[in-house]
């Protein structure tokens, strides 16, 4: 079954580190994305790619950093700039907007991150 | 900017009630509107869309339709059901593919 896993469920963090989540999608879309998830605050956009080889910054990029070297991949590095890296990090991919106007956003299952 | 507003929860149910949760949007030209849904430690899952104006979306008993003179986008069910229970978002999708979302409303089904 086609779909996107991100990995680890829940990763723990000490201060000062850089810790990266991993997101891999067998769907072939070709768009991905990052999303914070806070209580009551929604989904906030961190990073969001089109294409292979190139990103943009979403709504709440500082702290973070992407990477995106193949198409099935999109992985997420919360560095120790980001103060406040308790959260739940959700990856979605879906076509290219060239291809198919307003598909929808299909979501992995998410990476809770905590400090220790 | 865009941006979604949607009612405050959580909402209580009993099993077999109707459901209405509130979705209202602000945004330029003629967005796309989404509903999904999380449940408890899962990522979202997309429950309905519409992509124009007077589109009614539908699944799983779940409707919404879009109604640009009021920008809104209302969910409902007839019957709500215990497995119902989850966190709901809305959302709307304006300019390269962005998504949108409100804050999510809890719905607590009782049997």
């Known amino acids: 079954d086609g779909g996107i896993t991100q990995s680890p469920k829940y990763l723990f963090r000490k201060e000062g580190q850089n810790v990266t989540l991993s997101c891999e999608q067998n769907l072939n879309h070709d768009a991905m994305y990052w999303y914070r998830q806070d209580p009551g605050q929604g989904l906030r956009l961190i990073y969001y790619s089109q294409i292979v080889n190139d990103f943009q910054k979403g709504d709440i990029a500082e702290g973070y950093s992407v990477s995106r070297e193949k198409k099935e991949s999109f992985p997420l590095t919360v560095t120790s700039a980001q103060k406040n890296p308790t959260a739940f990090y959700l990856c979605?991919?879906?076509?290219?907007?060239?291809?198919?106007?307003?598909?929808?956003?299909?979501f992995g299952d998410g990476t809770r991150l905590s400090i220790l | 900017g865009n941006s979604v507003t949607q009612m405050e929860g959580p909402v209580t149910l009993s099993e077999e009630a109707f459901l209405t949760i509130n979705c209202t949007y602000t945004a330029t030209g003629y967005p796309s509107l989404f509903w999904y849904v999380q449940y408890p430690g899962e990522g979202l899952q997309l429950l309905l869309k519409?992509?124009?104006?007077?589109d009614k979306g539908s699944n799983k008993g779940f409707e919404a339709t879009y109604r640009k003179e009021t920008t809104s986008f209302h969910l409902e069910k007839g019957s709500v059901q215990v497995s119902d229970s989850a966190v709901y978002f809305c959302a709307l999708m304006g300019g390269f593919q962005k998504l949108v979302f409100g804050t999510g409303t809890r719905l607590l089904v009782s049997p």
């Open positions: 979605a991919s879906s076509l290219n907007i060239g291809r198919a106007f307003n598909q929808p956003q299909h």
């Open positions: 519409a992509t124009k104006a007077d």
